[in-house]
């Protein structure tokens, strides 16, 4: 009887990536969800996976791809300074191998860094990373390009930050309309730029707006997606949010839409406390209260039966 071969390092590292991305994935959604405890249980495994697979000690383009996820936990968690180091070493090896045709693990490191910056505030560096990232996609890849849009899509959380929404409102457009042509575009990246869209016209108190874009997001997420997709956690948290913020007359409305980045995506939360607690009469309450508290184990629960040797 034969025994099998031996798995090769290509095989290894194939099975290491699905693992990480995995774990990526539920950091992402624990972010918009703010469960922080469990995304440090994920950053924990993440730390022992890459340790396992030596990820830390080799130098070739797919560890450090894996490094840039692990990166993004880091980032979920907060972790910026740590997240930053990853991202700079990143760049540093890529840079030093310009020979390499594939640009999109530079384009993706820098457009990580620079939500990186921008979410320690430091702005101007930020734009410098991310004008840097757009020439390499123009240079190197078509506009509907998931990276090129990703690249704008940070472009866009970045001029809101800085206080010019109006541009953001404009970029996310631009981004949402190359996308619906592109037939390549996925579902749920329509609905995330559709999302982030619909908070930014609530931040420049374009209500009518908001709400109708917020309200295509959701029909298109209810038919296209399944319920556990992150995407449908971006439009109904920001549906949610939204509608607790019509309910009050318009001129009590201005001031009322706090955004903030979380899982990827633009996540916007309610400053009056009186306003959020109409939430609870909402139609996207199973995110909430004890039904919130069983979606979030159910996440739980499914990353460590994938991840647990």
């Known amino acids: 009887m034969t025994s099998d071969p031996p798995p090769t390092s290509d095989m290894i590292d194939k099975q290491c990536s699905k693992i990480l991305a995995s774990l990526v994935s539920t950091s992402n959604r624990n972010a918009v969800l703010s469960m922080q405890d469990d995304t440090n249980k994920i950053r924990n495994i993440a730390t022992q996976l890459l340790e396992d697979y030596q990820i830390f000690q080799r130098d070739d383009s797919c560890t450090f791809s894996m490094r840039l996820e692990y990166a993004r936990i880091l980032h979920n968690h907060r972790l910026l300074n740590d997240a930053i180091a990853i991202q700079q070493s990143v760049l540093r090896w890529r840079r ?20 990186s910056l921008m979410a320690l505030g430091s702005y101007s560096k930020s734009r410098d990373v991310l004008e840097e990232a757009l020439n390499v996609c123009n240079a190197s890849l078509k506009p509907e390009s998931i990276h090129t849009l990703g690249c704008k899509e940070a472009l866009a959380a970045l001029r809101n930050s800085e206080g010019n929404t109006e541009e953001a ?91 903030a980045e979380r899982g990827g995506r633009v996540i916007a939360t309610l400053r009056d406390k009186r306003v959020a607690e109409q ?15 069983s979606y979030k184990q159910r996440l739980w629960n499914g990353v460590t039966n994938l991840v647990c040797r």
């Open 96 to 115: 030093q191998h310009r020979e390499e045709e594939d640009s999109r693990l530079l384009i993706e490191a820098l457009r990580s860094y620079a939500l």
């Open 169 to 259: 409102i404009e970029i996310s457009k631009e981004v949402l309309r190359t996308a619906q042509e592109c037939a390549d575009s996925s579902q749920s990246q329509i609905i995330g730029t559709m999302s982030d869209l619909a908070v930014y016209l609530a931040l420049a108190s374009r209500w009518k707006e908001s709400w109708k874009t917020i309200g295509r997001a959701k029909d298109i997420a209810e038919n296209s997606l399944k319920q556990q997709d992150i995407a449908n956690l971006w439009v109904h948290l920001n549906a949610s949010t939204l509608s607790g913020v019509m309910r009050l007359p318009v001129v009590e409305r201005s001031g009322q839409v706090v955004a």
């Open 279 to 293: 939430l609870s009469a909402n139609p996207t309450r199973e995110y909430r209260g004890r039904g919130h508290d």
